[in-house]
């Protein structure tokens, strides 16, 4: 079920910087996911995402986020120069045992992988997945920097537009717990504007 990134992110160790999102040249055309950032860090940052790229996986997002399931979700996984990771709405929430965060999606089913030639670059957000392609639920995850190594592998779902300083302020975890944060910033709330 959406337990993550296990295989394919966590023996990576190097990484390019790459610019910034707006580099991109994405337009922000939406629909937008806003996600609003507490904890440690606080403000807030603004995903376009890509439903011409990946429908299924917007899809998901959107839906879960209408129904405020990535509510109090925390950034379980925070690999410094690489990614954060989030969007485990079964075991991460917030003020609860947040111990198997990274192991659990949604009910809803596992979707299918909607690869694309999209790269990973900063600000780049994808699904993350186990070991199977087909096995991304719920959870997702923003890079910090470029990673080239996960192009084509993992479906890219959107690009930061705004507040990559916001993300780039979010709690780090114990680089020997591949990336496990203790007391973790959390999405507070997460919405869709069109």
Same mark, same amino acid.
């Given at each position: %079920?959406?337990?993550?990134?296990?295989?394919?992110?966590?023996? $990576?160790?190097?990484?390019?910087?790459?610019?910034?999102?707006?580099?991109?040249?994405?337009? +922000?055309?939406? !629909? &937008?996911?806003?996600?609003?950032?507490?904890?440690?860090?606080?403000?807030?940052?603004?995903?376009?995402?890509?439903?011409? $790229?990946?429908?299924?996986? =917007?899809? /998901?997002?959107?839906?879960?986020? /209408?129904?405020?399931?990535?509510? @109090? #979700? =925390?950034?379980?996984? =925070?690999?410094d120069g690489f990614m954060a990771q989030t969007g485990d709405v079964e075991f991460g929430k917030a003020g609860g045992d947040t111990a198997?965060?990274?192991?659990?999606?949604?009910?809803?089913?596992?979707?299918?992988?909607?690869?694309?030639?999209?790269?990973?670059?900063?600000?780049? $957000?994808?699904?993350? /997945?186990?070991?199977?392609?087909?096995?991304? &639920?719920?959870?997702?995850?923003? %890079?910090?920097?470029?990673?080239?190594?996960? @192009? +084509?592998?993992?479906? #890219? #779902?959107?690009? $930061?537009?705004?507040?990559? &300083? #916001? =993300?780039?302020?979010?709690?780090?975890?114990?680089?020997?717990? @591949?990336?496990?944060?203790?007391?973790?910033?959390?999405?507070?709330?997460?919405?869709?504007? !069109?």
């Open positions: %079920m959406g337990g993550l990134l296990g295989v394919g992110l966590a023996f $990576v160790s190097g990484f390019a910087l790459f610019s910034g999102a707006e580099a991109q040249g994405q337009d +922000g055309a939406g !629909p &937008n996911l806003v996600l609003t950032i507490g904890g440690s860090t606080t403000g807030s940052i603004t995903i376009d995402l890509f439903d011409d $790229v990946a429908p299924q996986h =917007v899809a /998901r997002i959107t839906e879960l986020a /209408r129904e405020g399931a990535y509510d @109090n #979700v =925390v950034f379980h996984r =925070v690999i198997r965060a990274g192991m659990g999606g949604s009910s809803k089913p596992d979707l299918a992988a909607e690869f694309s030639d999209r790269p990973f670059v900063r600000g780049t $957000v994808g699904m993350a /997945r186990s070991a199977s392609p087909d096995s991304a &639920n719920s959870q997702f995850f923003i %890079m910090f920097d470029a990673a080239p190594h996960l @192009n +084509g592998g993992y479906t #890219v #779902v959107g690009q $930061v537009v705004d507040g990559m &300083n #916001v =993300v780039d302020a979010i709690k780090k975890g114990d680089q020997r717990q @591949n990336g496990a944060v203790s007391q973790p910033d959390m999405i507070t709330k997460a919405t869709v504007q !069109p």
